[in-house]
């Protein structure tokens, strides 16, 4: 879709994901020889996005990619599944970016990540969309781009915010403040709150004292915590044999997205986003593993 009032708008990153198997995750100083490897288009923000279009969604990018192959590459990606590209700049200074991944035959895996482009994403680009934004029902954030970028959408948009705080950063605020719903596990609630989130307790104190109406903290296998100033909500975890846990998040943020802009509430929505990160778990690659309604049912 070109052009028009978007049911989620993603501003965030877009990687080429470059993935080996292997026996196991290599500790420092070891090498380990894969037994196989692909590439595949990635990246949280257009994992996001491709999860959400996949789903029915009206969607829209916000972005950079180098001007190279693999830029190439990200912008058809998109395009193919219907995400509008028309934000996704080319940037001819530097590459696009790069994430190594090593994923081991339980389906866990270890990721490094060169911004490359993703790194240069500035409020100015945001700026640009402000009308795509400002229109959108649902915008959707994370933090492989700079935080003035991420903070600026925050603060042009009129719907629903949802910031997924990943990888783990400080955050100001003042950021937190327009975010209407927080996605982030364990490991980036306890940062965000400098706080222990090891119990239940623990995670549902730590939600609760960030400046945000709604917490979902994502809880791998164990499911996840929609955590509200007046409610828990348990959601169980779907049951599956996994076999690559590469965006398994991004796909239950961007089916989040797409089911709060279709008008559900946070519990069922969260619910929603279980099935579909179940069912990419168990497909290799990112944007690659995410399912369709069809798929679901």
Do not use: W
């Not at 970016?97 to 035959?105: H, K, M, R, S, W």
């Not at 910031?163 to 955050?171: C, I, R, T």
């Not at 605020?173 to 307790?201: C, F």
């Not at 069922?268 to 168990?282: D, G």
């Amino acid at each position: 879709m070109m052009g028009g009032t978007f049911d989620v708008v993603v501003v965030g990153s877009l990687n080429q994901d470059l993935v080996a198997s292997v026996p196991h995750i290599p500790v420092p100083g070891e090498t380990v020889l894969a037994t196989g490897h692909a590439a595949f288009a990635g990246g949280k923000g257009a994992n996001q996005a491709v999860a959400a279009a996949r789903l029915g969604a009206r969607v829209a990018m916000v972005g950079r990619v180098g001007d190279d192959a693999f830029g190439t590459t990200l912008r058809r990606g998109l395009e193919d599944v219907g995400v509008d590209n028309t934000r996704v700049q080319v940037d001819a200074e530097v590459g696009s970016g790069l994430a190594l991944i090593n994923v081991e035959e339980s389906g866990e895996n270890a990721i490094s990540v060169s911004p490359g482009a993703n790194g240069r994403v500035s409020a100015a680009d945001v700026e640009a969309a402000a009308a795509m934004i400002e229109n959108a029902k649902v915008v959707l954030l994370q933090l492989e781009v700079p935080v003035t970028a991420v903070a600026r959408a925050a603060q042009l948009a009129r719907g629903t915010v949802i910031l997924n705080p990943a990888p783990a950063a400080p955050l100001p605020g003042s950021l937190l403040a327009d975010v209407d719903i927080l996605v982030p596990n364990e490991t980036e609630l306890g940062l965000l709150a400098g706080t222990a989130t090891r119990t239940e307790d623990e995670v549902v104190t730590a939600a609760r004292s960030l400046p945000v109406d709604d917490v979902v903290v994502t809880l791998g296998a164990r499911g996840a915590l929609v955590v509200s100033r007046a409610a828990i909500n348990r959601v169980p975890p779907v049951p599956v044999d996994p076999v690559d846990t590469t965006g398994a998040g991004d796909a239950f943020c961007g089916a989040l997205a797409a089911e709060l802009a279709r008008g559900a509430y946070v519990r069922a929505a969260a619910r929603f986003a279980a099935r579909v990160a179940a069912v990419a778990v168990t497909r290799h690659g990112a944007q690659a593993s995410m399912p369709t309604r069809d798929e679901l049912s």
